[in-house]
């Protein structure tokens, strides 16, 4: 059991060329646009970069330590002396990234096509870790696990996956404050579900469960009150 819940991010980081080549070699339409501006194969990119991402923060961060982003989140709850009465754990850690990211990836998959907004509201995630790892890299004035790839995979890919989106023209701009939400809101149940838990309102089971479940947000606001779109073009047999 111990091994699934530390090694898992080791896992992520073999996946992630997988998935990229997958991807990159996957049948597309005949009047496909260039990869790098198709929101078909851009969307999905989001899958191998946040696994790459998850490494620093779960695997060995840049200081070369191991699986330090738990200690780093319980000195921000306030328990950088007292491990033993964080909230957050390692099962926890695995909820969030190893089940609740990897529903919000996939969903980013299956939906590329069909619902390009259900996909890109799935980029609401590493928008909004983005924002909170570089603030708190700002604000302590020290490196922290995850920054180093939010500056350099999260911030250039989500700005091209909304460039390539919107002229594509399958998510309009009035739908970008969604993608945010759907990314602020991920983080909210993540934080609110540790506080609850802190207080005694909330079993450490059910914390699992509504961050296992977390990841289905991106269908949600993908598709609540957003009109059916146009059925895409199948790919070139």
């Not at 990869?35 to 989001?46: G, I, K, Q, W």
């Not at 620093?56 to 950088?80: I, K, N, Q, S, T």
């Not at 754990?89 to 609740?100: C, E, K, L, Q, T």
């Not at 529903?103 to 924002?131: E, K, S």
Request: glycine share 10%; with cysteine; net charge positive.
């Amino acid at each position: 059991m111990g091994a699934i819940l530390f090694d898992w991010p080791y896992l992520g980081l073999c996946v992630a060329p997988l998935l990229l080549v997958a991807f990159a070699l996957e049948r597309r339409a005949a009047d496909a646009p260039p990869l790098l501006r198709d929101p078909a194969f851009v969307l999905p990119l989001l899958w191998p970069m946040y696994l790459v991402h998850q490494f620093e923060e779960h695997g060995r961060d840049l200081l070369g330590r191991r699986y330090a982003f738990l200690g780093d989140l319980c000195a921000v709850l306030g328990h950088a002396g007292d491990p033993g009465g964080c909230p957050a754990d390692p099962a926890f850690i695995f909820a969030v990234n190893a089940v609740g990211c990897q529903i919000a990836f996939a969903l980013c998959v299956a939906f590329r096509r069909r619902r390009p907004l259900v996909a890109a509201c799935a980029w609401g995630i590493p928008l909004v870790n983005a924002f909170t790892h570089v603030a708190s890299a700002i604000t302590r004035g020290a490196y922290n696990p995850g920054v180093l790839t939010s500056v350099i995979l999260f911030a250039p890919m989500s700005a091209w996956m909304l460039h390539t989106v919107l002229k594509a023209g399958v998510v309009e701009r009035r739908q970008i404050p969604r993608i945010v939400a759907t990314g602020g809101v991920v983080h909210a149940v993540l934080l609110g579900s540790l506080m609850l838990h802190a207080r005694g309102w909330l079993s450490r089971e059910a914390v699992l469960v509504v961050n296992g479940a977390n990841g289905l947000w991106p269908l949600a606001f993908g598709r609540i009150g957003a009109p059916e779109p146009a059925p895409a073009p199948a790919p070139a047999s």
